[in-house]
Protein backbone atom coordinates (compact mmCIF):
# COMPACT_ATOMS: atom_id res chain seq x y z
CA UNK A 1 0.00 0.00 0.00
CA UNK A 2 2.33 2.44 0.81
CA UNK A 3 4.45 2.35 -2.32
CA UNK A 4 1.09 2.87 -4.26
CA UNK A 5 0.49 5.62 -2.32
CA UNK A 6 3.67 7.29 -2.54
CA UNK A 7 3.73 6.84 -6.24
CA UNK A 8 0.24 8.38 -6.82
CA UNK A 9 0.97 11.27 -4.61
CA UNK A 10 4.06 11.37 -6.69
CA UNK A 11 2.21 11.18 -9.86
CA UNK A 12 -0.63 13.93 -8.94
CA UNK A 13 2.11 16.44 -9.06
CA UNK A 14 4.45 15.52 -11.83
CA UNK A 15 1.49 15.52 -13.99
CA UNK A 16 -0.98 18.64 -14.09
CA UNK A 17 -3.75 16.90 -12.48
CA UNK A 18 -2.57 17.67 -8.99
CA UNK A 19 -2.08 21.38 -9.66
CA UNK A 20 -5.23 21.71 -11.36
CA UNK A 21 -7.36 20.56 -8.92
CA UNK A 22 -5.43 22.42 -6.23
CA UNK A 23 -5.31 25.80 -8.24
CA UNK A 24 -9.38 25.81 -9.10
CA UNK A 25 -9.99 24.54 -5.70
CA UNK A 26 -8.01 27.72 -3.72
CA UNK A 27 -9.27 30.23 -6.26
CA UNK A 28 -12.61 29.42 -5.91
CA UNK A 29 -12.59 29.09 -2.13
CA UNK A 30 -10.57 32.71 -2.48
CA UNK A 31 -13.37 33.51 -4.15
CA UNK A 32 -16.14 32.71 -1.79
CA UNK A 33 -14.28 33.58 0.79
CA UNK A 34 -14.21 36.90 -0.20
CA UNK A 35 -17.67 37.59 -1.28
CA UNK A 36 -19.18 36.16 1.65
CA UNK A 37 -17.42 36.91 4.53
CA UNK A 38 -14.85 39.43 3.69
CA UNK A 39 -17.27 41.82 1.84
CA UNK A 40 -19.81 41.67 3.93
CA UNK A 41 -18.13 41.30 6.99
CA UNK A 42 -19.49 38.32 8.53
CA UNK A 43 -17.82 35.96 10.50
CA UNK A 44 -20.01 33.39 9.13
CA UNK A 45 -18.51 31.02 7.05
CA UNK A 46 -21.17 28.73 6.08
CA UNK A 47 -21.94 30.23 2.76
CA UNK A 48 -18.33 29.12 1.44
CA UNK A 49 -18.79 26.06 2.52
CA UNK A 50 -21.82 25.46 1.51
CA UNK A 51 -20.25 26.68 -2.09
CA UNK A 52 -17.39 24.47 -1.89
CA UNK A 53 -19.32 21.36 -1.24
CA UNK A 54 -21.67 21.88 -4.57
CA UNK A 55 -18.00 22.70 -6.08
CA UNK A 56 -16.99 19.44 -5.00
CA UNK A 57 -19.10 17.74 -7.59
CA UNK A 58 -16.95 19.18 -10.42
CA UNK A 59 -13.43 18.42 -8.88
CA UNK A 60 -13.67 15.67 -7.39
CA UNK A 61 -13.83 13.43 -10.55
CA UNK A 62 -11.39 15.53 -11.98
CA UNK A 63 -8.82 14.59 -9.09
CA UNK A 64 -9.60 10.86 -9.02
CA UNK A 65 -11.14 10.40 -13.00
CA UNK A 66 -7.50 8.61 -13.72
CA UNK A 67 -6.93 6.88 -10.59
CA UNK A 68 -7.44 3.21 -11.79
CA UNK A 69 -8.68 3.59 -15.26
CA UNK A 70 -5.38 4.81 -16.39
CA UNK A 71 -3.43 1.52 -15.13
CA UNK A 72 -6.26 -0.45 -17.35
CA UNK A 73 -5.52 1.20 -20.52
CA UNK A 74 -1.48 1.52 -20.38
CA UNK A 75 -1.53 -1.99 -18.78
CA UNK A 76 0.59 -0.59 -15.80
CA UNK A 77 -2.10 -2.50 -13.70
CA UNK A 78 -0.24 -5.54 -15.19
CA UNK A 79 2.58 -4.80 -12.48
CA UNK A 80 0.32 -3.97 -9.65
CA UNK A 81 -1.82 -7.32 -10.19
CA UNK A 82 1.42 -9.65 -10.50
CA UNK A 83 3.34 -8.08 -7.40
CA UNK A 84 2.59 -9.74 -3.72
CA UNK A 85 0.31 -7.37 -2.80
CA UNK A 86 -3.80 -7.48 -1.94
CA UNK A 87 -5.98 -5.38 -4.03
CA UNK A 88 -7.51 -4.19 -1.03
CA UNK A 89 -4.18 -2.62 -0.24
CA UNK A 90 -3.88 -1.33 -3.92
CA UNK A 91 -6.87 0.62 -3.83
CA UNK A 92 -6.44 1.96 -0.59
CA UNK A 93 -2.65 3.06 -1.81
CA UNK A 94 -5.25 5.03 -4.70
CA UNK A 95 -7.37 6.60 -2.46
CA UNK A 96 -5.42 8.03 0.40
CA UNK A 97 -3.35 9.77 -2.49
CA UNK A 98 -6.08 11.17 -3.72
CA UNK A 99 -7.40 11.81 -0.01
CA UNK A 100 -4.37 13.38 0.68
CA UNK A 101 -4.46 15.72 -2.11
CA UNK A 102 -7.61 16.74 -1.27
CA UNK A 103 -7.07 17.63 2.53
CA UNK A 104 -4.56 19.64 1.55
CA UNK A 105 -6.95 21.54 -0.84
CA UNK A 106 -9.31 21.56 1.91
CA UNK A 107 -6.55 22.96 4.31
CA UNK A 108 -7.23 26.17 3.26
CA UNK A 109 -10.19 27.08 4.97
CA UNK A 110 -8.94 26.64 8.18
CA UNK A 111 -6.39 29.88 6.69
CA UNK A 112 -9.61 31.58 5.70
CA UNK A 113 -10.71 31.33 9.33
CA UNK A 114 -7.92 32.39 10.94
CA UNK A 115 -7.80 35.26 8.80
CA UNK A 116 -11.10 36.26 10.33
CA UNK A 117 -10.46 35.48 13.49
CA UNK A 118 -8.12 38.28 13.59
CA UNK A 119 -11.08 41.16 12.51
CA UNK A 120 -13.63 39.38 15.26
CA UNK A 121 -14.35 36.72 17.26
CA UNK A 122 -15.50 33.47 15.70
CA UNK A 123 -17.34 30.56 16.33
CA UNK A 124 -14.62 27.72 16.12
CA UNK A 125 -16.62 24.67 16.73
CA UNK A 126 -18.93 25.64 14.12
CA UNK A 127 -15.61 26.38 11.53
CA UNK A 128 -14.04 22.79 12.94
CA UNK A 129 -17.52 21.45 12.06
CA UNK A 130 -17.91 22.60 8.41
CA UNK A 131 -13.67 21.70 7.86
CA UNK A 132 -14.60 17.96 9.19
CA UNK A 133 -17.84 17.81 7.61
CA UNK A 134 -16.69 18.84 4.09
CA UNK A 135 -13.23 16.24 4.36
CA UNK A 136 -15.87 13.56 5.05
CA UNK A 137 -18.49 14.60 2.22
CA UNK A 138 -15.16 15.03 -0.48
CA UNK A 139 -13.83 11.58 1.21
CA UNK A 140 -16.72 9.53 0.15
CA UNK A 141 -16.86 11.21 -3.58
CA UNK A 142 -13.17 10.32 -3.51
CA UNK A 143 -13.80 6.77 -2.82
CA UNK A 144 -17.25 6.94 -4.95
CA UNK A 145 -14.96 8.87 -7.68
CA UNK A 146 -12.68 5.87 -7.70
CA UNK A 147 -15.18 3.09 -7.84
CA UNK A 148 -16.31 4.85 -11.48
CA UNK A 149 -12.79 5.10 -12.46
CA UNK A 150 -12.22 1.33 -11.91
CA UNK A 151 -15.06 1.14 -14.29
CA UNK A 152 -13.73 2.03 -17.83
CA UNK A 153 -10.38 2.54 -18.84
CA UNK A 154 -11.42 5.84 -20.50
CA UNK A 155 -10.62 8.38 -18.24
CA UNK A 156 -13.29 11.38 -19.46
CA UNK A 157 -15.83 8.45 -19.00
CA UNK A 158 -14.39 7.72 -15.74
CA UNK A 159 -14.98 11.54 -14.94
CA UNK A 160 -18.74 11.88 -16.52
CA UNK A 161 -19.47 9.06 -14.42
CA UNK A 162 -18.39 10.43 -11.31
CA UNK A 163 -19.96 13.51 -11.72
CA UNK A 164 -23.24 11.97 -12.46
CA UNK A 165 -22.93 9.71 -9.50
CA UNK A 166 -21.69 12.41 -6.86
CA UNK A 167 -24.13 14.59 -8.13
CA UNK A 168 -27.17 12.22 -8.22
CA UNK A 169 -25.98 11.06 -4.35
CA UNK A 170 -25.96 15.25 -3.45
CA UNK A 171 -29.45 15.33 -4.86
CA UNK A 172 -30.56 12.17 -2.67
CA UNK A 173 -32.56 14.50 -0.24
CA UNK A 174 -34.20 16.52 -2.80
CA UNK A 175 -35.52 13.31 -4.27
CA UNK A 176 -36.69 12.39 -0.77
CA UNK A 177 -39.13 14.96 -0.31
CA UNK A 178 -40.44 14.40 -3.70
CA UNK A 179 -41.66 10.55 -2.85
CA UNK A 180 -44.72 10.16 -0.83
CA UNK A 181 -44.28 6.56 -0.02
CA UNK A 182 -42.63 6.90 3.56
CA UNK A 183 -40.44 3.72 3.72
CA UNK A 184 -38.81 4.90 0.57
CA UNK A 185 -38.66 9.04 1.71
CA UNK A 186 -37.01 7.04 4.98
CA UNK A 187 -34.78 5.47 3.27
CA UNK A 188 -33.69 8.02 0.59
CA UNK A 189 -33.58 10.34 3.38
CA UNK A 190 -30.97 8.12 5.45
CA UNK A 191 -28.96 7.58 2.01
CA UNK A 192 -28.92 11.49 1.30
CA UNK A 193 -25.14 12.73 2.05
CA UNK A 194 -26.50 16.52 1.89
CA UNK A 195 -28.69 15.40 4.76
CA UNK A 196 -25.44 14.05 6.63
CA UNK A 197 -23.16 16.70 5.76
CA UNK A 198 -25.62 19.34 6.78
CA UNK A 199 -25.21 18.07 10.69
CA UNK A 200 -22.06 19.23 10.32
CA UNK A 201 -22.10 22.30 9.55
CA UNK A 202 -23.82 23.46 12.60
CA UNK A 203 -20.95 22.51 14.65
CA UNK A 204 -22.34 19.21 15.95
CA UNK A 205 -20.22 15.95 15.70
CA UNK A 206 -22.64 13.18 15.29
CA UNK A 207 -20.90 9.64 15.31
CA UNK A 208 -23.70 8.51 13.35
CA UNK A 209 -23.07 10.48 10.49
CA UNK A 210 -19.22 10.23 10.57
CA UNK A 211 -19.61 6.35 10.51
CA UNK A 212 -22.38 7.18 7.57
CA UNK A 213 -19.43 8.72 5.54
CA UNK A 214 -16.94 6.19 6.48
CA UNK A 215 -19.03 3.05 5.52
CA UNK A 216 -19.58 4.93 2.26
CA UNK A 217 -15.97 5.65 2.32
CA UNK A 218 -15.43 1.85 2.68
CA UNK A 219 -18.36 0.46 0.99
CA UNK A 220 -17.33 1.93 -2.40
CA UNK A 221 -13.31 1.17 -2.00
CA UNK A 222 -14.94 -2.40 -1.46
CA UNK A 223 -16.97 -2.22 -4.33
CA UNK A 224 -14.03 -0.72 -6.78
CA UNK A 225 -11.32 -4.19 -5.08
CA UNK A 226 -14.51 -6.58 -6.42
CA UNK A 227 -14.87 -4.49 -9.94
CA UNK A 228 -10.39 -5.08 -9.83
CA UNK A 229 -11.30 -9.37 -8.69
CA UNK A 230 -14.00 -9.35 -11.39
CA UNK A 231 -11.87 -8.24 -14.38
CA UNK A 232 -9.61 -11.10 -13.83
CA UNK A 233 -12.74 -13.78 -14.16
CA UNK A 234 -13.66 -11.64 -17.44
CA UNK B 1 9.54 -24.84 -10.52
CA UNK B 2 6.39 -24.43 -12.20
CA UNK B 3 4.02 -26.98 -12.82
CA UNK B 4 0.87 -25.96 -14.86
CA UNK B 5 -2.07 -28.36 -14.77
CA UNK B 6 -5.22 -28.35 -17.34
CA UNK B 7 -5.27 -24.59 -17.51
CA UNK B 8 -7.81 -23.37 -19.96
CA UNK B 9 -9.01 -20.20 -20.24
CA UNK B 10 -12.33 -19.26 -21.84
CA UNK B 11 -13.57 -15.36 -22.98
CA UNK B 12 -16.92 -15.46 -23.67
CA UNK B 13 -17.21 -18.84 -26.33
CA UNK B 14 -13.22 -18.18 -27.73
CA UNK B 15 -11.20 -21.27 -26.10
CA UNK B 16 -8.09 -19.04 -25.38
CA UNK B 17 -6.21 -21.36 -23.91
CA UNK B 18 -7.46 -25.21 -24.00
CA UNK B 19 -6.36 -27.36 -21.13
CA UNK B 20 -2.63 -27.05 -21.55
CA UNK B 21 -0.02 -29.22 -18.99
CA UNK B 22 3.40 -28.39 -18.84
CA UNK B 23 6.51 -28.30 -16.07
CA UNK B 24 9.56 -26.82 -15.94
CA UNK B 25 11.82 -27.73 -13.75
CA UNK B 26 14.54 -25.43 -11.62
CA UNK B 27 17.23 -24.15 -13.42
CA UNK B 28 15.30 -24.48 -16.69
CA UNK B 29 14.59 -22.41 -19.69
CA UNK B 30 11.60 -23.04 -21.01
CA UNK B 31 10.72 -21.23 -24.86
CA UNK B 32 7.31 -20.57 -25.55
CA UNK B 33 6.55 -21.46 -29.10
CA UNK B 34 3.77 -20.10 -31.02
CA UNK B 35 1.99 -18.32 -33.78
CA UNK B 36 0.31 -14.58 -32.54
CA UNK B 37 -3.07 -15.57 -31.05
CA UNK B 38 -1.72 -19.12 -30.22
CA UNK B 39 -2.49 -18.15 -26.10
CA UNK B 40 0.80 -17.68 -25.16
CA UNK B 41 0.25 -14.59 -23.36
CA UNK B 42 -2.56 -15.35 -21.96
CA UNK B 43 -0.99 -18.58 -20.46
CA UNK B 44 1.61 -16.05 -19.17
CA UNK B 45 -1.18 -13.57 -17.22
CA UNK B 46 -2.84 -16.92 -15.79
CA UNK B 47 0.48 -17.95 -14.25
CA UNK B 48 1.41 -14.78 -12.84
CA UNK B 49 -2.11 -14.20 -11.44
CA UNK B 50 -3.05 -11.49 -14.17
CA UNK B 51 -6.01 -12.97 -14.95
CA UNK B 52 -7.71 -16.19 -13.40
CA UNK B 53 -7.93 -19.38 -15.57
CA UNK B 54 -11.68 -20.78 -16.20
CA UNK B 55 -9.96 -24.24 -14.93
CA UNK B 56 -7.06 -25.88 -14.20
CA UNK B 57 -3.92 -25.26 -11.80
CA UNK B 58 -1.14 -23.02 -11.89
CA UNK B 59 1.47 -23.92 -9.08
CA UNK B 60 4.93 -21.93 -8.65
CA UNK B 61 7.11 -23.91 -6.62
CA UNK B 62 4.32 -25.41 -5.16
CA UNK B 63 1.92 -22.63 -4.45
CA UNK B 64 -1.03 -22.67 -5.78
CA UNK B 65 -1.53 -18.73 -7.63
CA UNK B 66 -5.45 -18.61 -7.43
CA UNK B 67 -5.36 -20.22 -3.83
CA UNK B 68 -2.28 -18.15 -2.41
CA UNK B 69 -1.53 -15.71 -4.72
CA UNK B 70 0.34 -12.97 -2.56
CA UNK B 71 2.85 -15.87 -1.71
CA UNK B 72 2.87 -17.41 -5.21
CA UNK B 73 3.42 -13.98 -6.49
CA UNK B 74 6.58 -13.29 -4.58
CA UNK B 75 8.56 -15.73 -6.22
CA UNK B 76 7.89 -14.43 -9.69
CA UNK B 77 9.06 -11.82 -12.07
CA UNK B 78 7.23 -10.56 -14.93
CA UNK B 79 7.80 -9.23 -17.88
CA UNK B 80 4.87 -8.96 -19.66
CA UNK B 81 4.12 -8.08 -23.27
CA UNK B 82 3.98 -4.45 -23.13
CA UNK B 83 5.77 -3.18 -20.42
CA UNK B 84 4.16 -1.86 -17.16
CA UNK B 85 5.60 1.44 -17.03
CA UNK B 86 4.64 4.09 -15.32
CA UNK B 87 5.96 6.69 -18.31
CA UNK B 88 5.84 9.65 -16.32
CA UNK B 89 8.55 8.74 -13.93
CA UNK B 90 12.16 8.11 -14.33
CA UNK B 91 13.79 4.89 -14.56
CA UNK B 92 15.13 5.65 -11.12
CA UNK B 93 11.70 6.12 -9.40
CA UNK B 94 9.85 3.52 -11.31
CA UNK B 95 12.39 1.03 -10.17
CA UNK B 96 12.73 2.32 -6.20
CA UNK B 97 8.79 2.10 -6.60
CA UNK B 98 8.85 -1.35 -7.97
CA UNK B 99 11.03 -2.09 -5.16
CA UNK B 100 9.09 -1.29 -2.52
CA UNK B 101 5.91 -3.23 -4.14
CA UNK B 102 7.48 -6.05 -4.40
CA UNK B 103 8.41 -5.70 -0.59
CA UNK B 104 12.12 -6.39 -1.60
CA UNK B 105 14.39 -7.38 1.40
CA UNK B 106 18.20 -6.85 -0.81
CA UNK B 107 20.10 -3.68 0.09
CA UNK B 108 17.88 -1.13 -2.18
CA UNK B 109 21.04 1.02 -3.67
CA UNK B 110 23.22 -1.73 -4.74
CA UNK B 111 20.41 -4.68 -5.94
CA UNK B 112 19.11 -1.70 -8.15
CA UNK B 113 23.05 -0.98 -8.87
CA UNK B 114 23.39 -4.32 -10.45
CA UNK B 115 19.92 -4.89 -12.00
CA UNK B 116 20.58 -2.03 -13.82
CA UNK B 117 24.07 -3.04 -15.13
CA UNK B 118 22.75 -6.43 -15.90
CA UNK B 119 20.25 -5.14 -18.29
CA UNK B 120 22.25 -1.36 -19.43
CA UNK B 121 20.38 0.81 -18.07
CA UNK B 122 22.94 2.66 -16.30
CA UNK B 123 23.33 5.36 -18.05
CA UNK B 124 19.25 6.58 -18.64
CA UNK B 125 18.74 5.95 -14.99
CA UNK B 126 18.06 9.51 -14.19
CA UNK B 127 15.93 9.99 -17.41
CA UNK B 128 12.09 9.93 -17.79
CA UNK B 129 10.73 6.79 -19.13
CA UNK B 130 8.74 8.78 -21.67
CA UNK B 131 11.50 9.90 -23.33
CA UNK B 132 13.06 6.82 -23.89
CA UNK B 133 12.90 4.64 -26.74
CA UNK B 134 11.40 1.67 -27.25
CA UNK B 135 14.54 -0.86 -26.67
CA UNK B 136 15.16 0.95 -23.78
CA UNK B 137 11.34 0.59 -22.27
CA UNK B 138 12.02 -3.21 -22.95
CA UNK B 139 15.23 -3.40 -21.34
CA UNK B 140 13.66 -1.25 -18.17
CA UNK B 141 10.37 -3.44 -18.00
CA UNK B 142 13.24 -6.72 -17.58
CA UNK B 143 14.70 -4.92 -14.79
CA UNK B 144 11.53 -4.65 -13.34
CA UNK B 145 11.07 -7.98 -13.47
CA UNK B 146 14.78 -8.91 -11.93
CA UNK B 147 14.54 -6.39 -9.07
CA UNK B 148 14.10 -9.04 -5.65
CA UNK B 149 15.73 -11.16 -7.76
CA UNK B 150 12.70 -14.08 -7.84
CA UNK B 151 13.45 -17.46 -8.44
CA UNK B 152 11.19 -17.24 -11.40
CA UNK B 153 11.22 -15.69 -14.19
CA UNK B 154 8.14 -14.91 -17.11
CA UNK B 155 9.38 -13.37 -20.03
CA UNK B 156 6.81 -12.62 -22.71
CA UNK B 157 8.75 -11.76 -25.95
CA UNK B 158 11.79 -10.02 -23.95
CA UNK B 159 13.74 -9.47 -27.12
CA UNK B 160 11.19 -7.32 -28.73
CA UNK B 161 12.26 -4.83 -30.24
CA UNK B 162 15.87 -4.37 -29.07
CA UNK B 163 19.08 -4.13 -31.46
CA UNK B 164 20.52 -7.15 -32.83
CA UNK B 165 23.22 -6.25 -30.35
CA UNK B 166 21.38 -5.98 -27.02
CA UNK B 167 19.14 -9.10 -28.87
CA UNK B 168 22.14 -11.24 -28.17
CA UNK B 169 23.30 -9.52 -24.90
CA UNK B 170 19.57 -10.28 -23.72
CA UNK B 171 19.92 -13.83 -24.80
CA UNK B 172 23.32 -14.55 -23.55
CA UNK B 173 21.80 -12.56 -19.85
CA UNK B 174 18.70 -14.81 -19.90
CA UNK B 175 20.80 -17.82 -20.07
CA UNK B 176 22.99 -17.08 -17.82
CA UNK B 177 20.03 -16.80 -15.74
CA UNK B 178 18.56 -19.83 -16.46
CA UNK B 179 21.49 -21.39 -14.51
CA UNK B 180 19.42 -20.59 -11.12
CA UNK B 181 16.43 -19.47 -12.31
CA UNK B 182 13.18 -21.41 -14.02
CA UNK B 183 13.11 -19.30 -16.71
CA UNK B 184 9.78 -19.09 -19.32
CA UNK B 185 10.26 -17.24 -21.94
CA UNK B 186 7.88 -16.64 -25.01
CA UNK B 187 8.86 -15.75 -28.79
CA UNK B 188 7.63 -16.63 -32.26
CA UNK B 189 11.21 -16.62 -33.35
CA UNK B 190 12.54 -20.00 -33.62
CA UNK B 191 16.20 -18.96 -33.69
CA UNK B 192 15.74 -17.36 -30.15
CA UNK B 193 13.76 -20.51 -28.52
CA UNK B 194 16.44 -22.51 -30.26
CA UNK B 195 19.49 -20.56 -28.85
CA UNK B 196 18.16 -20.34 -25.09
CA UNK B 197 15.80 -22.91 -24.39
CA UNK B 198 16.41 -26.12 -22.85
CA UNK B 199 13.00 -27.60 -23.33
CA UNK B 200 10.46 -25.79 -25.97
CA UNK B 201 6.75 -25.98 -25.70
CA UNK B 202 5.03 -25.84 -28.88
CA UNK B 203 1.69 -23.97 -28.66
CA UNK B 204 -1.37 -23.46 -31.50
CA UNK B 205 -4.80 -22.32 -31.12
CA UNK B 206 -4.51 -22.68 -27.41
CA UNK B 207 -3.19 -26.73 -27.36
CA UNK B 208 0.08 -27.97 -26.51
CA UNK B 209 1.54 -29.18 -30.02
CA UNK B 210 4.61 -30.56 -29.04
CA UNK B 211 6.75 -30.51 -25.86
CA UNK B 212 10.10 -31.65 -25.84
CA UNK B 213 13.82 -30.83 -25.82
CA UNK B 214 14.74 -28.95 -29.03
CA UNK B 215 16.73 -32.06 -29.46
CA UNK B 216 14.23 -34.31 -29.34
CA UNK B 217 12.13 -32.28 -31.47
CA UNK B 218 14.03 -32.61 -34.31
CA UNK B 219 14.87 -35.75 -34.16
CA UNK B 220 11.20 -37.12 -33.38
CA UNK B 221 9.72 -35.08 -36.65
CA UNK B 222 12.59 -36.26 -39.51
CA UNK B 223 12.72 -39.36 -38.03
CA UNK B 224 15.83 -39.67 -40.68
CA UNK B 225 19.31 -38.46 -40.66
CA UNK B 226 19.82 -35.98 -43.52
CA UNK B 227 22.39 -34.56 -44.74
CA UNK B 228 23.17 -31.84 -47.09
CA UNK B 229 26.02 -32.06 -49.35
CA UNK B 230 27.58 -30.40 -52.51
CA UNK B 231 29.72 -32.41 -54.63
CA UNK B 232 31.11 -31.51 -57.96
CA UNK B 233 31.10 -34.43 -60.83
CA UNK B 234 28.23 -35.47 -62.87
CA UNK B 235 25.26 -36.83 -61.28
CA UNK B 236 24.55 -40.12 -62.55
CA UNK B 237 27.71 -40.86 -61.02
CA UNK B 238 27.50 -39.41 -57.57
CA UNK B 239 24.07 -40.34 -56.84
CA UNK B 240 24.56 -44.25 -58.24
CA UNK B 241 27.85 -44.19 -55.76
CA UNK B 242 25.70 -42.33 -53.14
CA UNK B 243 23.13 -44.76 -53.31
CA UNK B 244 25.21 -47.57 -52.69
CA UNK B 245 26.31 -46.56 -49.49
CA UNK B 246 24.63 -48.43 -46.53
CA UNK B 247 21.63 -47.12 -44.85
CA UNK B 248 20.90 -44.70 -47.83
CA UNK B 249 17.21 -44.35 -48.35
CA UNK B 250 17.37 -41.28 -50.92
CA UNK B 251 19.76 -39.16 -52.60
CA UNK B 252 18.07 -36.41 -54.32
CA UNK B 253 19.67 -33.03 -56.41
CA UNK B 254 18.26 -29.75 -54.99
CA UNK B 255 20.35 -27.18 -56.60
CA UNK B 256 23.43 -26.90 -59.07
CA UNK B 257 25.93 -24.13 -59.52
CA UNK B 258 28.87 -24.16 -61.52
CA UNK B 259 28.71 -27.87 -61.92
CA UNK B 260 28.98 -28.18 -58.32
CA UNK B 261 25.55 -29.80 -57.37
CA UNK B 262 23.78 -29.77 -53.67
CA UNK B 263 22.46 -33.21 -52.68
CA UNK B 264 19.77 -33.74 -49.90
CA UNK B 265 21.13 -37.21 -48.90
CA UNK B 266 18.33 -39.47 -46.30
CA UNK B 267 19.31 -41.99 -44.33
CA UNK B 268 18.02 -44.25 -41.60
CA UNK B 269 17.56 -43.01 -38.35
CA UNK B 270 20.79 -43.09 -35.97
CA UNK B 271 23.04 -44.08 -39.06
CA UNK B 272 26.02 -41.55 -39.89
CA UNK B 273 26.95 -42.05 -43.19
CA UNK B 274 29.43 -38.95 -43.20
CA UNK B 275 32.86 -40.92 -43.42
CA UNK B 276 31.60 -43.71 -46.14
CA UNK B 277 31.01 -40.45 -48.57
CA UNK B 278 33.86 -39.54 -47.94
CA UNK B 279 35.70 -42.29 -49.16
CA UNK B 280 33.47 -42.89 -51.67
CA UNK B 281 33.58 -39.84 -52.80
CA UNK B 282 37.07 -39.71 -53.50
CA UNK B 283 36.88 -43.44 -54.94
CA UNK B 284 35.21 -41.93 -58.18
CA UNK B 285 37.42 -38.90 -57.90
CA UNK B 286 34.31 -36.26 -57.12
CA UNK B 287 35.79 -33.74 -54.28
CA UNK B 288 33.40 -32.91 -51.66
CA UNK B 289 32.87 -29.10 -51.50
CA UNK B 290 30.63 -29.16 -48.50
CA UNK B 291 28.89 -31.41 -46.28
CA UNK B 292 26.48 -30.24 -43.29
CA UNK B 293 23.63 -32.22 -41.11
CA UNK B 294 20.69 -30.94 -42.45
CA UNK B 295 17.94 -31.55 -39.87
CA UNK B 296 14.67 -30.58 -39.98
CA UNK B 297 14.84 -26.49 -38.67
CA UNK B 298 12.53 -25.66 -36.02
CA UNK B 299 11.06 -23.74 -38.70
CA UNK B 300 10.19 -26.50 -40.83
CA UNK B 301 8.77 -28.51 -37.29
CA UNK B 302 6.98 -25.18 -36.74
CA UNK B 303 5.15 -25.59 -40.05
CA UNK B 304 4.19 -28.95 -39.99
CA UNK B 305 3.14 -29.16 -36.19
CA UNK B 306 0.86 -26.47 -36.65
CA UNK B 307 -0.06 -27.69 -39.94
CA UNK B 308 -0.88 -30.75 -38.51
CA UNK B 309 -3.30 -29.05 -36.18
CA UNK B 310 -5.03 -27.16 -38.35
CA UNK B 311 -6.15 -30.02 -40.14
CA UNK B 312 -7.28 -31.27 -37.08
CA UNK B 313 -9.37 -28.33 -36.32
CA UNK B 314 -10.90 -28.22 -39.26
CA UNK B 315 -12.21 -32.05 -39.15
N1 LIG C 1 -9.44 -9.99 -23.19
C1 LIG C 1 -9.70 -10.82 -24.21
N2 LIG C 1 -10.96 -11.00 -24.65
C2 LIG C 1 -11.24 -11.85 -25.65
N3 LIG C 1 -10.33 -12.58 -26.31
C3 LIG C 1 -9.05 -12.46 -25.92
C4 LIG C 1 -8.67 -11.58 -24.86
N4 LIG C 1 -7.33 -11.67 -24.70
C5 LIG C 1 -6.90 -12.55 -25.62
N5 LIG C 1 -7.92 -13.03 -26.36
C6 LIG C 1 -7.83 -14.03 -27.42
O1 LIG C 1 -7.12 -15.14 -26.95
C7 LIG C 1 -6.27 -15.65 -27.95
C8 LIG C 1 -4.86 -15.78 -27.44
O2 LIG C 1 -4.29 -14.51 -27.25
P1 LIG C 1 -2.81 -14.27 -26.73
O3 LIG C 1 -2.64 -12.82 -26.51
O4 LIG C 1 -2.58 -15.17 -25.57
O5 LIG C 1 -1.94 -14.74 -27.95
P2 LIG C 1 -0.36 -14.76 -28.08
O6 LIG C 1 0.03 -16.18 -28.27
O7 LIG C 1 0.27 -14.03 -26.97
O8 LIG C 1 -0.15 -13.99 -29.45
P3 LIG C 1 0.99 -12.94 -29.87
O9 LIG C 1 2.08 -13.76 -30.43
O10 LIG C 1 0.31 -12.14 -30.92
O11 LIG C 1 1.37 -12.16 -28.68
C9 LIG C 1 -6.38 -14.72 -29.15
O12 LIG C 1 -7.20 -15.33 -30.12
C10 LIG C 1 -7.04 -13.50 -28.60
O13 LIG C 1 -7.88 -12.93 -29.56
MG1 LIG D 1 1.45 -12.43 -26.80
Known amino acids: MGAVFRREVLSYFTSPIGYIFLAAFYAFSAFFFASSSLQAGSTDMSSMFESLMLLLVVLIPILTMRTMSEDKKTKTDQCLLTAPVSLGGIVAGKFFAALLVYTCAVAVTVVYAIIVSGYAAVDWLVIAGNVVGLELFGASFVAVGIFCSSLTENQVVAAVTSFISTLALTMLSLVSNLVNWEPLQKLLATLSFYDRYAGFTYGMFDLSNVLFFVSAIAVFLFFTVRVLEKRRWA | MIEVQELTKHYGLKRAVDGISFTANDGEILGFLGPNGAGKSTTMNMLTGYISSTSGKALIDGVDILEDPIKAKKNIGYLPEIPPLYVDMTVKEYLNFIYDLKKCKLPRVSHLNDVCSLVKIDHVYNRVI ?16 LVGNPPVLIL ?5 GLD ?25 ILSEVQAVCDRIVVISEGKIVANATEHDLSDRLTGAHILSAQIEGDYETVAKAVLN ?8 QINERDGVIEYRIECETGTDIRRELFFAMSKIGCPIMELKNSELSLEEIFIRLTKGSDIKEEQ
Open chain 2, 156 to 160: DEPTV
Open chain 2, 164 to 188: PKQIIEIRTLIKKLGKNHTVILSSH
Open chain 2, 245 to 252: IEGVEVCK
Open chain 2, 130 to 145: KNLSKGYRQRVGLAQA
